[in-house]
């Protein structure tokens, strides 16, 4: 239950960083106990490789542990955490969820970075910035698999400092620090069910239009 949890509080605030700087606001020391709270028992941390694409090429892997999360996701814990995300991004404490997203970063050429991501996101039709063990996340790439889509997932949290600093720059411009964060022929979408959401797009019968404009379907 623990790992579970844990994961999924990764999700949403990103890995606990090695020296955080303390900061002298209320909203601060408050998302920095959540924070504490959410990865004190995280127990899988992130792991050194480079991004991976699905472009309908390789062979899946067994969805196993996925599925599991993905199970987590949709029970009341799991919905509970996603309301309280939800929340936290329309409430002021967001700026601080940036701030920290920053400090996880530390410094970097931010002009580089933004125009790494910039490519990222220009030169793909879909593309998905990723946790690997978040359970939104997963059940995001297994629709687009299901769907029959091509996309490039980058996993920033096996992406070393790059993820990190990919991931602050995303905060800046999108004002979103949770994972996933999708870019449909170079527009955000948001995550899994917020932003509006690829789920909420789903419903309303507009994804497939747009992975078809996009020309990201098979």
Same mark, same amino acid.
């Given at each position: 239950?623990?790992?579970?949890? $844990? *994961? @999924?509080?990764?999700?949403?605030?990103?890995? !606990?960083? @090695?020296? @955080?700087?303390?900061?002298?606001?209320?909203?601060? /020391?408050?998302? @920095?106990? /959540? /924070?504490?709270?959410?990865?004190?028992?995280?127990? *899988?941390?992130?792991?050194p490789a480079g991004p991976s694409s699905r472009l309908g090429l390789a062979p899946r892997r067994a969805y196993k542990d996925d599925e599991?999360? *993905?199970?987590? #996701? &949709?029970s009341p814990i799991g919905q509970a955490?996603?309301?309280?995300?939800?929340?936290?991004? &329309?409430?002021?404490?967001? &700026?601080?969820?940036?701030? !920290?997203?920053?400090?996880? $970063?530390?410094e970097y050429n931010e002009a580089e970075v933004s125009a790494k991501l910039n490519s990222y996101i220009k030169d793909n039709s879909v593309v998905m910035f990723s946790y690997s063990k978040c359970p939104f996340c997963i059940k995001a790439k297994k629709e687009l698999d299901d769907m029959g889509a091509k996309y490039l997932v980058l996993d920033v949290d096996k992406m070393g400092d790059e993820g990190k600093h990919l991931r602050a720059e995303l905060a800046e411009r999108t004002r979103r620090t949770s994972m996933p964060n999708i870019f449909i022929a170079g527009e955000g979408i948001g995550g899994c069910n917020d932003?509006?959401?690829?789920?909420? !797009?789903?419903?309303?019968?507009?994804?497939?239009? #747009? !992975?078809?404009?996009?020309?990201? #379907?098979?």
């Open positions: 239950f623990w790992l579970k949890a $844990a *994961v @999924a509080a990764q999700a949403f605030f990103g890995p !606990l960083p @090695a020296m @955080a700087r303390p900061r002298r606001s209320a909203a601060g /020391v408050f998302l @920095a106990g /959540v /924070v504490l709270l959410g990865a004190g028992t995280l127990f *899988v941390g992130p792991s599991e999360r *993905v199970g987590f #996701m &949709d955490i996603g309301a309280l995300s939800k929340a936290l991004s &329309d409430s002021p404490l967001n &700026d601080a969820k940036i701030w !920290l997203a920053k400090q996880q $970063a530390g932003g509006p959401g690829m789920m909420t !797009l789903k419903k309303e019968g507009t994804l497939l239009p #747009m !992975l078809e404009k996009a020309g990201a #379907m098979r």
